[in-house]
């Protein structure tokens, strides 16, 4: 039995209409301790994109020693047809080896991934942030030649771990140095999941006043402090209609040490539903699809939305 | 090593101060399935109050055989000083059999709780919501003789399992007949969680209407949908002050079939202070209680911010 939809009730502070950007099979499953076999990931890609998610990015062109759980892009790439590696379904390059590969796999678009601090940068990149918008820049180059649509993630825009806060214009200047770069796009990451509404609205504010308008931005956050939704609505009401989200609320166990999941599809998804503006997103066969996941990974789904309407 | 915490922000859209009137100890664990020691739940009470919660809802007189985990509501009251059943401490209670046993424990403040919707009246109270009005009629009136400050409850505001949306209307009678009988103060439950941000609106514009303004109410939202914190943002926005929440996101098991855990106080401190509201809270000491009370109930705190900050 399907359990009480929401009333719909308008809301005037929010947009008619939103992108969801879907992370599930890349941001998602790259942080899952399971590995999932390509053909899971190819049909999970499937699934997503028959209950209505428009943009999905499906895999990660990283070195397979960083990242083993996407060591198969490759593979899970040529078992999609030709609308699965469009311009609707980007793939992470991290340099121009990784675009190599992508652009032998024939994909349509692509993302770099960034980070606001040095340490993350280092960590992540082993790199500073300087040398790391250096390696980009051939690779956005390069990609756009090709035709290819780019997007720039930037990591840590809130909080670092290891530096704490992170100062609006240190943030502003890694995104203003990424569209320089020719990023058709930027995904503002709040990737240890500490930002709270009031710093939304200030970052926003801040890219604004360098001419990063919200049309050119999508926002990324992780749930760990609970977070997610309420800073993702409050990114809504400034304008912003990009927002990334995982199926299931994948990537980090939720059982483990700190969660760090990303804003569950299914949670947003109730709520732009309740408010009435349109993802294009059938809920049912979402919430069917994250459920067929969780049986692969085999663990139920951090996602509330998912746990209410499977009584996972 | 504590982990970063939120860069303070202020949000001109929300208020300067709010009060969390926490629930733990009553709609927490009357919905957990472990029964606690009256023991531990005095220390639970005193535990929160040293943590800055300033107003606690502590046990509840309904009938031992419909509520057991709270059937030791005389000892746990006898086990706290005069503050921990003062004004700023309300008891539930359903009718005068129950106000009796609250006025001879010297409490100082009581909660009715009344449904919007017929069927979980019925459910809840086993009489109709007529019926429960007329029952709460006298407790009020004599509760208020006493010098009690009196709340109301009012459950399935948003919808009900059985019934599904419920119109605005039907809520707003009630509330209404419930200031009349003299209530100080009414909650607007959203029970099993399924609101979103424009019905909040909505249906706090639909009391306006008839006069009941956004200081005589509450808000009480359950996380079931992974609404209940930007639902609250929402009622702050419109102007309410008063957030019910449950320290460590108590309530309903988040393992067990249609998780029905309130809002839990961590998630929403950690958002107020980012935003820097002022609730009097020292998150630290909220999440050392919630740990502790955790391990009394021998599972993890569903809250993310009491995860994320004990590596549970």
Not at 151 to 165: A, I, K, T
Not at 190 to 216: F, K, P, Q, Y
Not at 260 to 279: C, I, K, M, P, Q
Request: proline letters at 5%.
């Amino acid at each position: 039995m399907r359990l009480p939809l929401p009333q719909v009730e308008p809301d005037a502070t929010l947009p008619d209409s939103v992108t969801i950007y879907e992370v599930g099979p890349r941001d998602g499953l790259q942080n899952e301790s399971s590995v999932v076999p390509a053909e899971v990931k190819a049909e999970f890609v499937r699934r997503l994109a028959g209950a209505g998610l428009g943009t999905i990015e499906t895999t990660s062109f990283v070195d397979p020693r960083w990242v083993p759980q996407l060591a198969d892009a490759e593979e899970v790439l040529g078992l999609l047809d030709e609308q699965g590696r469009g311009a609707q379904r980007p793939v992470l390059v991290p340099n121009e080896r990784g675009l190599d590969r992508a652009l032998a796999a024939g994909v349509g678009a692509v993302a770099v991934f960034g980070s606001a601090t040095e340490t993350f940068a280092r960590k992540n990149l082993n790199r500073s942030v300087e040398e790391s918008l250096a390696m980009f820049a051939p690779v956005v180059e390069r990609a756009r030649a090709e035709g290819l649509w780019v997007r720039g993630y930037v990591s840590m825009c809130f909080g670092d771990p290891w530096e704490g806060p992170v100062p609006v214009e240190q943030v502003v200047e890694v995104c203003r140095r990424l569209m320089d770069l020719g990023c058709d796009q930027l995904s503002l990451g709040d990737t240890i999941g500490v930002g709270t509404v009031g710093h939304v609205h200030r970052l926003l504010a801040g890219l604004d006043a360098v001419g990063i308008t919200v049309d050119r931005v999508g926002v990324h956050f992780h749930d760990t402090y609970g977070q997610a939704l309420s800073n993702t609505l409050a990114a809504l009401r400034e304008g912003v209609t990009v927002v990334d989200a995982a199926a299931g609320g994948l990537g980090g166990c939720p059982y483990a040490k700190s969660a760090t999941g990303n804003l569950a599809t299914e949670d947003l998804v109730w709520a732009l539903d309740g408010a009435g503006v349109h993802t294009g997103v059938d809920l049912d066969a979402l919430v069917a699809t994250s459920a067929w996941m969780a049986g692969h990974l085999g663990r139920p789904s951090p996602s509330r939305v998912v746990r209410a309407l499977t009584g996972a």
